[in-house]
């Protein structure tokens, strides 16, 4: 078992920048796949971004391609999201999830089974 533990949000003007941070904890950090999902007032939770065990493939969705990226230190147990060039829309709970599975990079919440408690991001216009 794992145990994820999000920090990094906070409020940002539109165009701004936030690094989110996840610290796990339990089992080898490097077993687990893992990724960022986010969700919104009134919406369901959504995949943001994804990275495999060893960091070397990573996956986003088309509405942050080429804004934020994803990175891990399996040496520090993190993974990290990387937000630039923020907007109104990217305002959310974003949440930090780990995976058993290998081989692929899943974007389905329901291939992950571990989940932190999440951090507020609100981008202003």
């Known amino acids: 078992q794992v145990q994820l533990a999000e920090s990094g949000g906070g409020l940002v003007q539109a165009g701004g920048s936030l690094r989110l941070s996840c610290a796990a904890s339990?089992?080898?950090?490097?077993?687990?796949?893992m990724g960022w999902f986010r969700q919104a007032i009134g919406k369901e939770r959504e995949f943001v971004a994804a990275?495999?065990?060893?960091?070397?493939?990573?996956s986003y969705a088309d509405s942050v391609k080429g804004r934020f990226t994803i990175s891990r230190d399996n040496a520090k147990n993190t993974v990290s999201l990387q937000m630039n060039s923020l907007k109104p829309e990217d305002t959310a709970v974003y949440y930090c999830?780990?995976?058993?599975?290998?081989?692929?990079?899943?974007?389905?919440?329901?291939?992950?089974?571990?989940w932190g408690q999440g951090t507020q991001v609100t981008v202003s216009s």
């Open positions: 339990g089992r080898t950090f490097s077993t687990y796949t």
């Open positions: 999830a780990a995976s058993t599975l290998w081989g692929t990079v899943p974007q389905m919440s329901q291939m992950y089974a571990y």
């Open positions: 990275t495999s065990r060893s960091g070397g493939s990573n």
